[in-house]
C-alpha cells in the first residue's frame, strides 16, 4: 500500500483553512467597498494588517530583501495587488455570485499553469476532480445575465492575476513566507495610497476597526495559503478552492440569514465530493517522487 504523505495532508489542511479566511475576507470586503472605494480600502487594509505582520517581522526577522528571483517576485507583488483591486472594484457592479463564479475558474487556471511553469505532473484524476467540482460551482451560484458584461472582463482579469500569483508563490516555495507576505501588501498598500484620495470618505470608529480587521483577516489567509504552498503541489491544492462557496453560503446564514437554495445545497454538495475524493486519492497513493519536498518547519 502507498505510504501516506503527511506533507501534503498538512498543506491541504493549512490551505483549506486559508480558504475559509478568504470567505470570511470577501465576505467584509463586499460590506465594506459599498461605502468605501476600492483604493481607500486597500490602503486601511494594509495599516490593519501591521498590526499582525509587524509582531511577526519582529519575532522572526527575516530578510526581506535578497535571496534571489526577483524578478518573480516582483511579478507575484504586481498579480497579486491586481487580483485584489479587481475583485473589489468588480464586487461594485457584479453579484457577489457572479464574481465568485469567475474567481472559481481560478483553480482550472493554476492546474493548467502548474503543469508548464511549474513541471507539474497532472492526473485524469486531479483534471476530474477540479472539472467535477466547477460544475458544483455553476450550479450553486447560478451566474446571472450581469455576469456577461465588460465589468466581468475585470473579474475575469482578477482571476487570472490570482492564479498566476499563487503558481509563482509555489515557485518561490524556498523564500521566507514573511517576506513574501509583507511584500504582497506592501504592493496593495501602494496601490490604494496612489488611488485612495479618488472619491476617500472618513470612515467613522467602527467602519475603521472593520476596515482594520480587514487586513488582520487577509494577513491570517495570506499566511496560511503561502505555507500551504511551500508544502504541497498548487495542483493538489486547487480544487479545495471551491470550499470558499461552502464558507460564503453558511456565512450568509449567520449573518443575513439567507437560506440556502437547494441549488447551493446540491452543488455545495459536488464541490465537497470532489475535494474529499482528492484528499482521500492523495492519501492511497502517497506523494509521487517529483512532488517531494521537505516538511515546512
Not at 497532472?122 to 447560478?142: D, E, H
Not at 446571472?144 to 482578477?158: C, H, P, Y
Amino acid at each position: 500500500m502507498d505510504r501516506f504523505a503527511p506533507g501534503h495532508a498538512t498543506g491541504i489542511l493549512l490551505y483549506s483553512a486559508g480558504i475559509f479566511f478568504f470567505a470570511l475576507n470577501d465576505a467584509l470586503g463586499k460590506w465594506l467597498v459599498a461605502d468605501y472605494s476600492v483604493g481607500q480600502l486597500l490602503l486601511l487594509r494594509t495599516i490593519g494588517a501591521v498590526f499582525v505582520l509587524a509582531p511577526l517581522l519582529w519575532l522572526h526577522r527575516p530578510a526581506l530583501i535578497g535571496g534571489g528571483q526577483t524578478g518573480l517576485k516582483l511579478a507575484r507583488v504586481a498579480c497579486m495587488a491586481a487580483d485584489t483591486f479587481a475583485f473589489y472594484y468588480s464586487t461594485l457592479y457584479l453579484p457577489l455570485a457572479d464574481v465568485m463564479t469567475f474567481y472559481m475558474a481560478a483553480p482550472l487556471l493554476i492546474t493548467a499553469i502548474a503543469v508548464p511553469f511549474l513541471g507539474e505532473k497532472v492526473g485524469i484524476w486531479r483534471w476530474s476532480a477540479i472539472l467535477v467540482g466547477f460544475v458544483g460551482v455553476v450550479i450553486a451560484l447560478k451566474p446571472t445575465g450581469a455576469a456577461v458584461s465588460m465589468v466581468s472582463l475585470i473579474a475575469l482579469f482578477g482571476s487570472t492575476m490570482y492564479a498566476a500569483g499563487v503558481t509563482i508563490t509555489r515557485a518561490l516555495k524556498d523564500t521566507h513566507w514573511l517576506q513574501l507576505v509583507t511584500w504582497q501588501f506592501a504592493g496593495a498598500g501602494l496601490t490604494g495610497l496612489v488611488t485612495a484620495p479618488i472619491g476617500w470618505v472618513t470612515p467613522g470608529p467602527v467602519d475603521l476597526m472593520l476596515l482594520f480587521l480587514l487586513g488582520v483577516v487577509a494577513v491570517v489567509c495570506f499566511i496560511l495559503i503561502v505555507r500551504a504552498l511551500s508544502n504541497t503541489p498548487a495542483s493538489v491544492l486547487a480544487p479545495f478552492q471551491y470550499s470558499s462557496i461552502l464558507w460564503a453560503a453558511v456565512m450568509g446564514w449567520l449573518v443575513w440569514g439567507d437560506v440556502p437554495t437547494r441549488e447551493i445545497v446540491i452543488g455545495n454538495a459536488i464541490i465537497v465530493a470532489s475535494g474529499l475524493f482528492l484528499f482521500y486519492r492523495e492519501r492511497r497513493r502517497g506523494s509521487d517522487v517529483a512532488d517531494r519536498i521537505e516538511p515546512i518547519p
